[in-house]
């Protein structure tokens, strides 16, 4: 089964509630994550909650992106 992110919600900091295909809710914080050219305007924490479900991960619309076996792996049981 490929894992792929059916929910999301913005929680404070750099923290979102997501919900899986497998039906594991779990939270990931991605404040170590925003590495790179691509992540720099999702520090702006106003950027960084307007996100959306696209492709079956979260993405923002400067087209940045986290693989979402990338984000299973990284979140805590919810």
Do not use: H
């Amino acid at each position: 089964m490929f894992i792929e992110v059916t929910k999301a919600e913005y929680l404070d900091g750099y923290r979102i509630m997501l919900l899986f295909n497998n039906g594991e809710k779990r939270i990931v914080d991605l404040s170590q994550s925003l590495n790179g050219e691509v992540f720099a305007p999702l520090k702006d924490i106003g950027f960084f909650k307007r996100f959306s479900i696209k492709f079956n991960t979260i993405e923002w619309e400067n087209g940045a992106d986290f693989a979402p076996e990338y984000l299973y792996e990284i979140g805590t049981v919810a």
